[in-house]
């Protein structure tokens, strides 16, 4: 298997415009997450889904995030306008089950950079 | 509030010189520690999942412990390849999400 993939691995934007991250996670898992990883804060859990369906977004800083998983093999992460404070590197990961028996397996992550 | 804090935040080691990362925390419940290992510019890769005080797990030269309280990484006689970022990461409350330390950045110099 190719492992999860997200596209871009790097995006440099302005504020303002509208960001738009992807991942297509490992086949046959039915977990999928959603991370941002700054200096500061450290590795911090956005939102994740269970066969397609969100079960805890709570993690999501602001109404400008929005996640959406239209089917099995694709997830989006939308920033929509994008803050300086937004620059982070994105992980994406996926689980076979759930994220506390099951490995979570972490995408390259995108490096976001908002000017 | 759960906590995870790791120490120290960095350590350099020389190639065969053992040591120790400490990863502590404060949540009621715990429902599994995890150990992850992260390297420049890649997403997280698992290590470990401990389960309960006493548990003990080994994968080549380190060796995850479990207390009530706090886990340790075990080093033994490392080598520069395992120079890498270790996160440790516990269930917040009765939710599925993980929370993360910031890591401890290993450095073995040859």
């Known amino acids: 298997d190719a492992g999860v993939i997200q596209s871009p691995r790097h995006e440099v934007t302005e504020m303002g415009q509208e960001v738009t991250l992807r991942c297509k996670p490992i086949?046959?898992?039915?977990?999928l997450f959603w991370y941002r990883q700054t200096m500061m804060r450290g590795l911090e859990l956005l939102i994740y889904?269970?066969?397609?369906?969100?079960?805890?977004d709570s993690g999501m800083p602001e109404d400008r995030f929005s996640a959406k998983m239209p089917n099995a093999s694709f997830s989006t992460l939308k920033i929509q306008p994008s803050e300086p404070r937004d620059s982070a590197v994105y992980f994406c990961?996926?689980?076979?089950?759930?994220?506390?028996?099951?490995?979570?397996?972490f995408g390259p992550g995108t490096r976001l950079l908002v000017l | 509030e759960d906590q995870v804090t790791q120490s120290p935040e960095a350590l350099r080691l020389q190639e065969g010189e053992s040591s120790s990362l400490n990863c502590s925390y404060t949540v009621s419940g715990l429902r599994g520690l995890f150990w992850y290992r992260q390297d420049p510019g890649k997403g997280p890769e698992f290590l470990f999942t401990l389960y309960s005080a006493g548990e003990e797990k080994e994968k080549e030269r380190l060796k995850a412990t479990l207390t009530k309280k706090e886990s340790f990484l075990h080093i033994t006689a490392p080598k520069p390849e395992d120079s890498a970022t270790y996160l440790c990461?516990?269930?917040?409350?009765?939710?599925?999400?993980?929370?993360f330390g910031k890591g401890t950045k290993l450095t073995v110099n040859p």
């Open positions: 990461a516990v269930p917040q409350g009765g939710s599925e999400k993980l929370v």
């Open positions: 086949s046959g898992h039915d977990y």
């Open positions: 889904f269970n066969n397609n369906v969100p079960i805890d």
């Open positions: 990961a996926s689980s076979l089950s759930g994220p506390l028996r099951e490995t979570q397996y």
